[in-house]
Structure formats: C-alpha cells, structure tokens
C-alpha cells in the first residue's frame, strides 16, 4: 500500500503517502508534512498563486469523498496545499497530547510570505509570530490565530512549513525520537511561552514538539470533546456512544422516503441528500 493513515488514539491526524521524485536531486530535501489551508474556490486558489509568483504541482482534483485539493509551492519554494472538504470544516478545537497545535512556516522573507498568503486564504496578517512576540507574523481568521510565518533559523534550509505536535514531555519525547532514528535539529528551548523542540524524522520531514500551558487550555475546547460529544440515540443514550459505536456504520447504499405531507417526497439516496449542503 502507498498510503498510511496515522492516529493518535484512534483518531486520525495525518496520512503518509510515498511518492518517488522523478527528479534525483529532489530526493536530497526528504519528505514533507503537508497542510491544507481551507478555501472556498480551489481553482481560484491556483489561479491567485500562479498570478502572485507560485507553482501549481497538483492542479484542482477530487479527492474521493474528503472534496476537492491541489498542492502548490509559494514563492520561496515552500509546499502547501488547499482543500475545499465535502463535509465542511471542523469546529476549532485546542489540541490534545499527540495531535497538531500548531503550524509555522520559515521562510526567507516572511513579509513577503505573509502578503502571499493573505490573498490565498483571506487572512489577516497580524505582527509577532506568536502572541506577545515582536518578530514575524501571524494568520488570522474567525477569530483565531491559524498559522506563524518566521526568519529561517538557518538561511541554507529551504523554505518549509513546520506542523507543530503537542506533547506531554518535549524532553521525553525527544529521547523516544532520537532513539527511533530522528535527528535533533533543536533542542528543547524555551520559545512561544513554552517549550519547543525540532526534530528531522527518518524520512526527512521536520516536525516540532511543543507542550501547552495547562493555563492556556481554557482557551477552547478539546478535539476529543468537540467530536464525540452528542446526541444520537440509535447508537446509545449516552452522550459518547455515538462517537464510540459509529465508527462501523455505513450510510450508503441507505435510502430515505420522504412521502406523505411534505412539499417534496421520493426516495434519495446518500449523495442526493448531502451534496446540495457540502
């Protein structure tokens, strides 16, 4: 198989693809994290990031049933990607232990980056990486901080998204990846009020580990509680027996009818009740 799916308590957080670079000399930068910024128009996201000086690699495609995606790289050879979700985006949620808090990308000229950016994904740029913090910047949207753009920390690095893992222990978990063959590029420092070290997995693809203030997780609510706290009584009565016996269920190939006093009857399957509201 050449997709893996990652979870982290049985949730996914991530999928690994291999890919094999046509190209040799692309093989040296080693694999990469991927994130996918949420837009309303993937075809006109393409179109703004060739017109501001970016590559489209993967022009728009549907991705099965996950919706619409196209990968880029910015100006400064930074890859990213874009997704229009057939499901619509989540509610925000604070990260819990071993899933991603964070992303930030190092970049050469991060003004430049930052005015990039603000055209592709509607955000509002607001100084300081970090809040509290006078270097780089910050990208927002409802409400809320989605990403930091920084100065490299070394000029010769490519540019490069950095997805920020939230852990229990950095200095533990940087032990546990040093001995499963990842090289340390930072250890662990102090940097945006916490804790924060990078690591180069053994694939090549840089990731940071961060902890979170237990001060800080007022700010909003977990991903485990946003996801699977609900009503839906032919699973259980409980508020998290959905989450905990849904995972089996299969909406297709159900039907609804819909007959009797209603300004519309039939009978519609999966796709002809969801795809109006995606």
């Known amino acids: 198989d050449t997709y893996t799916l990652a979870l982290a308590d049985g949730l996914p957080i991530g999928g690994m693809v291999y890919a094999s ?16 910024m949420s837009v309303p128009d993937v075809q006109a996201a393409a179109s703004l990031v060739e017109k501001d000086g970016g590559k489209v690699l993967m022009p728009p495609r549907k991705l099965g049933e996950r919706g619409t995606v196209a990968l880029f790289l910015d100006p400064e050879g930074g890859l990213f990607g874009v997704i229009n979700s057939a499901t619509g985006d989540p509610e925000d949620y604070l990260a819990d232990d071993n899933q991603w808090l964070w992303i930030e990308l190092r970049a050469n000229d991060p003004a430049k980056m930052a005015e990039f950016y603000k055209g592709i994904g509607a955000y509002e740029v607001v100084g300081g990486a970090t809040a509290g913090e006078s270097s780089g910047f910050r990208l927002k949207s409802g409400g809320y901080a989605r990403a930091g753009i920084q100065t490299k920390l070394d000029q010769k690095n490519p540019t490069t998204w950095v997805p920020y893992l939230r852990v229990r222990s950095v200095a533990d978990t940087v032990s546990s990846a040093s001995a499963a063959g990842a090289k340390i590029v930072m250890q662990p420092t102090p940097m945006h009020g916490t804790t924060v070290a990078v690591i180069v997995d053994p694939t090549g693809a840089p990731v940071a580990l961060a902890e ?19 009503n839906f009584y032919e699973f259980g009565t409980g508020k998290e027996d959905p989450a905990a016996e849904s995972g089996r269920f299969r909406p297709k190939p159900w039907k609804v009818k819909v007959d009797g006093e209603a300004e519309v009857t039939g009978t519609f399957d999966y796709d002809a009740i969801v795809k109006p509201h995606a």
């Not at 670079?21 to 996918?36: C, I, S, T």
């Not at 700010?219 to 996801?227: A, F, G, N």
């Open 21 to 36: 670079p046509r190209d040799e000399a692309k093989k040296k930068h080693g694999a990469r994290w991927v994130g996918l």
């Open 212 to 230: 979170w203030p237990a001060s800080s997780k007022e700010t909003l609510t977990s991903y485990r509680d946003v996801t699977g706290y609900n």
